[in-house]
């Protein structure tokens, strides 16, 4: 049975368990509702969790683990000289994987007989026009190995998914009958139900949780693989970034990429705080309610933008502009449009909404009181905003920067586009830089051997940005929370 | 009402600092205060007394012009402060809120230094020459607030950290610095407890010699110890505005009777 059908199976012995449950809880009290612990429902929810969620949970691994281990089985029936690395022992295992297919198939639709399976051999059948008359196409000429090999793994996963139908319904079946025969008007339903709802949300928060724990470990497992191949100095200290093609690369210091990423991200803090604060200052104490309510939302669409458009933006019309005006005409300061003025303006832009939306809120929760008291003694609104209002609620302007700045760290799209590929240690806005993240998409899209030292660093470089970010969001949390307390 | 002694006290020089003559206030369609005249008198503590929504904070407010923050409120009428129109379009409505102080129901010092907090007003207009004149400045008004022993030793300590009462006699001493002629009040001592309160009021009984001292409260003991005047507000009108002591022993007006003998409010 496959697993599909079989999850089908298991809800219907759910739904079906809801039902009679239900049932037999007013059964047992000769339909007076009244005497029953929980209301009906409670019994029928009851009989179908039991039923399903213990069996779905052991489908779900069983799906997950039984293709790794049918794999780990045969693969070690391939000879070990048919391969040199873990590369081609894939590309083997990916084709016994469509031989394996291409028999099922075959066997469907009539092509092969079930019986002919036991004789099938490379001398006697054409394995690779067999496939062909079935729609499965190969790439080459199906190996006597490779043959024996799909014939184990076919055999292995049929019995596996036997095994499997029987596990799970097994599972859903014991869980309803058990639930089925404690359903009496005495039995706590309601909290036996709700104890079940508290274990679906833990899963949920844990999957979460788990994922995150298993993106920072594979993080470190590479980069500490990484630091395997390359010393770990050359990479912190090193001053040029100049990965060659495939292996042997002398040159992967990080400095120019973390300076770079520093340097725009200098230049799109320095256009957002300012202004992004002065048009929160300026909606949340100067501005009519009328005014708001049209000028927030529009402010906030910025924030909507997808981050490549900026990067259009950046490479098409503010990259040109400035080279009109510092380029070879101009000042001459500039060579090409793509520099860290270009990508820091436009990542300044895009990052206005950040500052000002967060700062506005902050602003707002500034009591009136204050402003009160300022205006009370006599003080103007300029003077009440700098002096008073402010300084309030500058632990949670400082918070919002931060994440501002985390977001601008992590930016790739506009760098990209608006800064260019060059990795630079140069003092000049007017030049092309690049930063860790630009780097990390080219050194994992190029065709670099993936166990290189030049594919790994961009697990390095990951790693670098991940702690870089991960300061900056809990310093800015920290403070958040801090000037929560204020208040309150 | 058995603390009667304060009112006992003569009432000398009675010159007029502040007349309102058929004030009006319009809260969007709200007609809030309605047709109020009346004679605030130099160095002389005036109490405003009414239940809840009679409109004595509003009219409170319209004496130093913090209406003016709200958009939709409107005010009518003439309010002369030592003869001036405070509405008058010449008057800087921020010079006159240097004139005429104000204090909160709630407590509300800036999270800065005690130190900064009273400096806040001088600062801002000017009053001091050097640090040493602010540093004096800064003294005299906490002591003239009746605060300066609790907190000579800890100036530079956040005004925040301070007890209800010590943040509104802190309050009352930023009001002070800046030398204003009237002192409003709104509900001063509402959010403190007993002991708090009684500081309070002795303290607004001292400001009495440099002052005109307006305030709104909910106590009727209160305003019978503190104050010399009392209005009585019902509905947005004012009811009846006499000596204290006439208010309270033998008002005219059916519905302030009612009112002080816990019948309406």
Same mark, same amino acid.
């Given at each position: 049975?496959?697993?599909?059908?079989?999850?089908?199976?298991?809800?219907?012995?759910?739904?079906?368990? /809801?039902?009679?449950?239900?049932?037999?809880?007013?059964?047992?009290?000769?339909?007076?509702?009244?005497?029953?612990?929980?209301?009906?429902?409670?019994?029928? @929810?009851?009989?179908?969790?039991?039923?399903?969620?213990?069996?779905?949970?052991?489908?779900?691994?069983?799906?997950?683990?039984?293709?790794?281990?049918?794999?780990?089985?045969?693969?070690?029936?391939?000879?070990?000289?048919?391969?040199?690395?873990?590369? %081609?022992?894939?590309?083997?295992?990916?084709?016994? %994987?469509?031989?394996?297919?291409?028999?099922?198939?075959?066997?469907?639709?009539?092509?092969?007989?079930?019986?002919?399976?036991?004789?099938?051999?490379?001398?006697?059948?054409?394995?690779?026009?067999?496939?062909?008359?079935?729609?499965?196409?190969?790439?080459?000429?199906?190996?006597?190995?490779?043959?024996?090999?799909?014939?184990?793994?076919?055999?292995?996963?049929?019995?596996?998914?036997?095994?499997?139908?029987?596990?799970?319904?097994?599972?859903?079946?014991?869980?309803?009958?058990?639930?089925?025969?404690?359903?009496?008007?005495?039995?706590?339903?309601?909290?036996?139900?709700?104890?079940?709802?508290?274990?679906?949300?833990? %899963?949920?928060?844990?999957?979460?949780?788990?994922?995150?724990?298993?993106?920072?470990?594979?993080?470190?497992?590479?980069?500490?693989?990484?630091?395997?191949?390359?010393?770990?100095?050359?990479?912190?200290?090193?001053?040029?970034?100049?990965?060659?093609?495939?292996?042997?690369?002398?040159?992967?210091?990080?400095?120019?990429?973390?300076?770079?990423?520093?340097?725009?991200?200098?230049?799109?803090?320095?256009?957002?705080?300012?202004?992004?604060? @002065?048009?929160?200052?300026?909606?949340?104490?100067?501005?009519?309610?009328?005014?708001?309510?049209?000028?927030?939302?529009?402010?906030?669409?910025?924030?909507?933008?997808?981050?490549?458009?900026?990067?259009? @933006?950046?490479? !098409?019309?503010?990259?040109?502009?400035?080279?009109?005006?510092?380029?070879?005409?101009?000042?001459?300061?500039?060579?090409?449009?793509?520099?860290?003025?270009?990508?820091?303006?436009?990542?300044?832009?895009?990052?206005?909404? /950040?500052? $000002? $939306?967060?700062?506005?809120?902050?602003?707002?929760?500034?009591?009136?009181?204050?402003?009160?008291?300022?205006?009370?003694?006599?003080?103007?609104?300029?003077?009440?905003?700098?002096?008073?209002?402010?300084?309030?609620?500058?632990?949670?302007?400082?918070?919002?920067?931060?994440?501002?700045?985390?977001?601008?760290?992590?930016?790739?799209?506009?760098?990209?586009? %608006?800064?260019?590929?060059?990795?630079?240690?140069?003092?000049?806005? /007017?030049?092309?830089? !690049?930063?860790?993240?630009?780097?990390?998409?080219?050194?994992?899209?190029?065709?670099?051997? /993936?166990?290189?030292?030049?594919?790994?660093?961009?697990?390095?470089?990951?790693?670098?940005?991940?702690?870089?970010?991960?300061?900056?969001?809990?310093?800015?949390?920290?403070?958040?929370?801090?000037?929560?307390?204020?208040?309150? | 009402?058995?603390?009667?002694?304060?009112?006992?006290?003569?009432?000398?020089?009675?010159?007029?600092?502040?007349?309102?003559?058929?004030?009006?206030?319009?809260?969007?369609?709200?007609?809030?205060?309605?047709?109020?005249?009346?004679?605030?008198?130099?160095?002389?503590?005036? &109490?405003?007394?009414?239940?809840?929504?009679?409109?004595?904070?509003?009219?409170?407010?319209?004496?130093?012009?913090?209406?003016?923050?709200?958009?939709?409120?409107?005010?009518?009428?003439?309010?002369?402060?030592?003869?001036?129109?405070?509405?008058?379009?010449?008057?800087?409505?921020?010079?006159?809120? #240097?004139?005429?102080?104000?204090?909160?129901?709630?407590?509300?010092?800036?999270?800065?230094?005690?130190?900064?907090?009273?400096?806040?007003?001088?600062?801002?207009?000017?009053? #001091?020459?050097?640090?040493?004149?602010?540093?004096?400045?800064?003294?005299?008004?906490?002591?003239?607030?009746?605060?300066?022993?609790?907190?000579?030793?800890?100036?530079?300590?956040?005004?925040?950290?301070? &007890?209800?009462?010590?943040?509104?006699?802190?309050?009352?001493?930023?009001?002070?610095?800046?030398?204003?002629?009237?002192?409003?009040?709104?509900?001063?001592? &509402?959010?403190?407890?007993?002991?708090?309160? #009684?500081?309070?009021?002795?303290?607004?009984?001292?400001?009495?010699?440099?002052?005109?001292?307006?305030?709104?409260?909910? &106590?009727?003991?209160? #305003?019978?110890?503190?104050?010399?005047?009392?209005?009585?507000?019902?509905?947005?009108?004012?009811?009846?505005?006499?000596?204290?002591?006439? *208010?309270?022993?033998?008002?005219?007006?059916?519905?302030?009777?009612?009112? *002080?003998?816990?019948?309406?409010?």
């Amino acid at each position: 049975m496959s697993a599909s059908f079989l999850l089908l199976t298991i809800l219907t012995l759910a739904a079906l368990g /809801f039902v009679i449950g239900r049932g037999r809880a007013l059964r047992s009290v000769q339909g007076d509702r009244r005497r029953l612990h929980s209301l009906p429902n409670y019994y029928g @929810f009851n009989v179908s969790m039991l039923a399903f969620v213990p069996a779905v949970l052991v489908l779900v691994l069983w799906v997950v683990i039984q293709p790794l281990m049918v794999n780990g089985a045969v693969s070690a029936m391939i000879p070990a000289g048919s391969y040199d690395d873990a590369g %081609g022992l894939n590309l083997i295992m990916s084709d016994v %994987g469509r031989v394996a297919n291409g028999l099922d198939a075959a066997i469907a639709q009539g092509a092969l007989e079930h019986a002919a399976l036991k004789t099938l051999s490379t001398s006697n059948t054409d394995i690779r026009a067999l496939l062909g008359t079935v729609g499965v196409a190969l790439g080459s000429d199906v190996s006597e190995d490779v043959l024996s090999a799909a014939l184990k793994f076919r055999e292995k996963t049929l019995t596996g998914n036997w095994i499997m139908t029987v596990v799970v319904l097994v599972i859903a079946g014991a869980g309803f009958l058990a639930a089925f025969f404690k359903t009496h008007a005495d039995l706590r339903a309601r909290n036996l139900v709700e104890r079940g709802v508290q274990m679906v949300l833990i %899963g949920a928060a844990s999957i979460a949780i788990l994922t995150t724990l298993g993106i920072v470990l594979s993080l470190i497992f590479n980069t500490v693989s990484f630091f395997g191949m390359f010393p770990m100095g050359d990479f912190l200290f090193g001053l040029t970034w100049s990965p060659e093609g495939r292996g042997g690369s002398e040159h992967l210091g990080i400095l120019p990429l973390l300076w770079g990423t520093i340097y725009i991200s200098i230049v799109a803090l320095a256009v957002a705080v300012p202004v992004g604060l @002065f048009a929160a200052v300026y909606l949340s104490e100067y501005a009519g309610a009328k005014t708001r309510a049209v000028a927030k939302p529009l402010l906030e669409v910025l924030a909507g933008i997808p981050t490549i458009v900026y990067g259009l @933006f950046a490479l !098409t019309i503010v990259g040109p502009m400035l080279v009109d005006v510092f380029g070879a005409e101009g000042l001459n300061w500039m060579q090409g449009a793509r520099s860290v003025m270009t990508a820091g303006l436009v990542m300044g832009i895009m990052l206005i909404p /950040f500052v $000002s $939306s967060l700062s506005d809120d902050i602003i707002n929760a500034v009591p009136q009181a204050m402003r009160d008291g300022s205006y009370g003694l006599g003080a103007t609104q300029s003077e009440t905003v700098r002096q008073v209002v402010l300084p309030a609620a500058l632990p949670g302007i400082v918070g919002a920067i931060l994440l501002a700045a985390s977001r601008a760290i992590g930016e790739t799209m506009i760098v990209v586009m %608006g800064a260019g590929a060059a990795a630079r240690l140069s003092m000049n806005p /007017f030049e092309a830089m !690049t930063t860790v993240t630009a780097k990390i998409v080219s050194q994992l899209t190029g065709d670099a051997d /993936f166990a290189s030292p030049e594919a790994l660093v961009a697990f390095a470089l990951g790693m670098t940005l991940f702690i870089l970010t991960l300061g900056l969001n809990v310093l800015a949390l920290l403070i958040v929370r801090k000037y929560r307390e204020q208040y309150e | 009402m058995n603390d009667m002694t304060k009112i006992e006290r003569t009432v000398d020089m009675q010159t007029n600092k502040i007349s309102a003559k058929n004030v009006q206030v319009h809260y969007g369609d709200t007609h809030a205060i309605k047709d109020v005249n009346v004679e605030i008198q130099d160095k002389t503590v005036t &109490s405003f007394i009414g239940p809840s929504g009679c409109g004595k904070s509003t009219f409170l407010r319209c004496l130093n012009r913090m209406n003016d923050t709200i958009d939709i409120c409107r005010v009518q009428g003439d309010i002369l402060l030592d003869g001036e129109d405070i509405y008058d379009k010449r008057v800087d409505p921020v010079q006159l809120r #240097a004139k005429v102080g104000m204090v909160f129901q709630k407590p509300n010092p800036f999270p800065k230094s005690i130190y900064d907090n009273i400096a806040y007003g001088p600062r801002i207009h000017g009053l #001091a020459r050097n640090k040493a004149e602010l540093d004096e400045i800064v003294e005299k008004s906490l002591r003239r607030g009746a605060i300066w022993d609790e907190v000579k030793d800890r100036l530079h300590a956040p005004g925040t950290g301070l &007890s209800g009462g010590q943040q509104q006699r802190l309050c009352i001493a930023r009001a002070v610095a800046t030398e204003p002629e009237v002192l409003l009040m709104d509900e001063p001592c &509402s959010a403190l407890d007993p002991i708090a309160t #009684a500081q309070v009021e002795e303290l607004i009984d001292e400001l009495r010699e440099k002052f005109a001292v307006v305030i709104v409260t909910h &106590s009727m003991q209160q #305003a019978a110890r503190v104050s010399q005047k009392t209005a009585f507000f019902h509905m947005g009108n004012l009811v009846e505005y006499d000596d204290t002591t006439k *208010i309270f022993t033998n008002p005219e007006d059916s519905r302030t009777e009612a009112y *002080i003998t816990g019948r309406i409010g």
